[in-house]
């Protein structure tokens, strides 16, 4: 049997790949572009301190992405014996410290300014010679900011839901934070504007408080995954179908008496064991195997890597 | 989100002119054919405290025109910065001024309008004196105890410091842009360049747009004639 290849996608999902790495660059472009257009409307105000810090946490996901999207398909080496499908786990890990750091950073942020009684100054602007409130452009160049992340939010969710891909979720989730937090800031604009200097803070709070809710739910998903939980959909909410699928498949082989699999997610893929009994009597065991092998891995693209092994009885069970 | 647009559209028509933004306080409200109660930081020709009688000075006079313009009584307040700025924080001013730069290390304490005006400080000479390119050894009179002094002596001039510039030194004279004229000419040598602030309340945002929409209406000459009366009442 062959030991390695470098095979992970089929051709219709990798498509789909080639398109989620297009999106990263697009999102990290997205973010450059950002972080200018808030410095050059906001000067050197606290609030452009946040988004500035935000928006670089931005910038976390799509590079670790990208970064794993570059290791995952290397051929295993003696080295790393399982090979590189891990890096994009690692880098689910990533994603997942930066939305969770994101979050934490808002309501830290906003908890000072409320204990603080801050009370934010938004002044004139001149625009082409026209006098006007600050506050305008600054909502202007937050909602800009807004309807990419939103669009890019959703895209990315979709292909992480078909490639089974944790980094382009937690980014996605990062992009949802993102847009809730710029209308966080829109509403505490407008709150400022109307006398009220809370109406910022506690915006952010709150916003705040759900991207750290979301944060730790990811961020315990990513270090499950490192300690090979069981696979789970891509949104972390279910048990994946597969392996209970194909231990079915495998039990309904005339010639298995009884079996037991265990599987982890290696980044995009599965891998793991699978304990057979044969019933008595089965002739040339090891072709049957190496069928059983073949067949494990037709069964669906994401299982990749099964050995096999044969016993006599299977006991503990858990 | 097209419930978001059209939200923001009426938030935006509904709030359109009529006092738009607030100030967080009421500071806009106090002043307003109320009292005016600013903070004056010895800074000639910008303002400047005398021994009897009201601060006098170019910002001084702004005040003083802004003041009329909403029908307040002007309280002075002259001290440092350090003393003024921590009372703008609890509204315990509402303005303060005295050649303010917009790079004031106090945002933590008052919120600092727009720029309203950028004045040069030049190396100025009067006629038939010539300054070279490089300073070095060059005798130039340079107001005593100020960072140019510093910045001079770093290019090796010969600095000589004078407690008021005339400009009948004889010499090259540091002396800030509205001064320049027939009688003193800029050289190519511009030593500083300034943004003029005034500091408000921070968060009392209608009054601070009250302010700058007022300075921010005032052309350079007129500053500068300011200044010029400012220099001359000294």
């Known amino acids: 049997?062959?030991?390695?290849?470098?095979?992970?996608?089929?051709?219709?999902?990798?498509?789909?790949?080639?398109?989620?790495?297009?999106?990263?660059?697009?999102?990290?472009?997205?973010?450059?572009?950002?972080?200018?257009?808030?410095?050059?409307?906001?000067?050197?105000?606290?609030?452009?301190?946040?988004?500035w810090i935000e928006d670089m946490l931005g910038l976390v996901p799509p590079a670790a992405f990208l970064i794993a999207a570059r290791y995952r398909t290397r051929t295993p080496t003696t080295r790393f014996p399982y090979g590189y499908h891990r890096s994009v786990s690692v880098a689910f890990l990533a994603g997942a410290v930066a939305l969770f750091g994101l979050g934490g950073y808002v309501v830290y942020d906003s908890a000072m300014r409320l204990v603080a009684r801050e009370r934010p100054p938004i002044g004139l602007v001149e625009v082409f010679g026209q006098q006007i409130w600050l506050g305008w452009p600054m909502i202007?160049?937050?909602?800009?900011?807004?309807?990419?992340?939103?669009?890019?939010?959703?895209?990315?969710?979709?292909?992480?839901?078909?490639?089974?891909?944790?980094?382009?979720?937690?980014?996605?989730?990062?992009?949802?934070?993102?847009?809730?937090?710029?209308?966080?800031a829109i509403l505490g604009i407008l709150g400022i504007g109307a006398g009220l200097w809370w109406a910022d803070a506690v915006a952010a709070l709150i916003i705040g408080a759900d991207i750290v809710r979301d944060g730790v739910r990811t961020l315990r998903g990513a270090v499950a995954d490192l300690m090979d939980e069981r696979p789970l959909v891509v949104d972390g909410s279910r048990p994946h179908p597969l392996p209970d699928q194909l231990l079915m498949a495998v039990l309904d082989q005339d010639w298995v008496a009884d079996a037991w699999l265990r599987l982890r997610e290696e980044g995009h893929v599965f891998a793991g064991e699978l304990i057979v009994v044969p019933r008595p009597d089965t002739d040339s065991l090891v072709e049957r195997l190496e069928r059983l092998e073949k067949f494990a891995r037709g069964f669906d693209w994401r299982m990749h890597d099964l050995v096999i092994a044969p016993a006599s009885r299977i006991e503990g069970k858990p | 989100m097209r419930r978001g647009v059209s939200l923001l559209v009426v938030v935006v028509l509904l709030v359109g002119g009529c006092g738009w933004p607030r100030d967080t306080g009421t500071t806009l409200a106090d002043v307003r054919d109320g009292v005016l109660r600013v903070g004056v930081t010895e800074s000639p020709p910008w303002a400047w405290a005398p021994?009897?009688?009201?601060?006098?000075?170019?910002?001084?006079?702004?005040?003083?025109?802004?003041a009329q313009r909403l029908g307040a009584r002007i309280e002075w307040y002259p001290g440092s910065e350090t003393a003024l700025m921590p009372a703008l924080k609890d509204r315990v001013l509402d303005l303060v001024v005295g050649g303010l730069d917009a790079q004031s290390p106090w945002i933590e304490h008052a919120s600092l309008t727009r720029p309203y005006v950028t004045t040069r400080t030049f190396i100025a000479v009067p006629p038939g004196v010539a300054v070279p390119d490089d300073l070095s050894g060059v005798r130039i009179?340079?107001?005593?105890?100020?960072?140019?002094?510093?910045?001079?002596?770093?290019?090796d001039a010969d600095v000589v410091a004078v407690p008021e510039v005339t400009g009948s030194e004889g010499l090259p004279v540091v002396v800030g842009e509205w001064r320049l004229g027939d009688k003193l000419r800029a050289s190519e040598h511009e030593l500083a360049k300034q943004d003029h602030v005034w500091a408000v309340p921070p968060g009392e945002n209608g009054w601070q747009v009250q302010v700058e929409h007022f300075l921010l209406d005032l052309s350079h000459d007129e500053v500068t004639e300011l200044l010029l009366r400012a220099e001359d009442a000294r």
């Open chain 1, 140 to 184: 202007a160049v937050l909602f800009a900011t807004m309807v990419p992340a939103i669009m890019l939010g959703r895209v990315k969710q979709r292909i992480a839901r078909d490639l089974h891909d944790k980094v382009l979720f937690a980014d996605a989730e990062m992009n949802r934070a993102d847009w809730l937090t710029a209308g966080a």
């Open chain 2, 51 to 66: 021994d009897q009688g009201d601060p006098q000075g170019a910002e001084v006079w702004l005040v003083q025109r802004l």
């Open chain 2, 141 to 155: 009179a340079v107001p005593a105890g100020t960072a140019e002094v510093a910045a001079l002596t770093s290019e």
């Open chain 1, 1 to 51: 049997m062959r030991v390695s290849d470098r095979f992970e996608l089929p051709p219709d999902k990798a498509a789909l790949h080639r398109r989620a790495v297009r999106l990263e660059w697009w999102t990290i472009l997205f973010f450059v572009v950002a972080i200018t257009m808030l410095a050059v409307t906001l000067g050197q105000s606290q609030a452009m301190k946040a988004a």
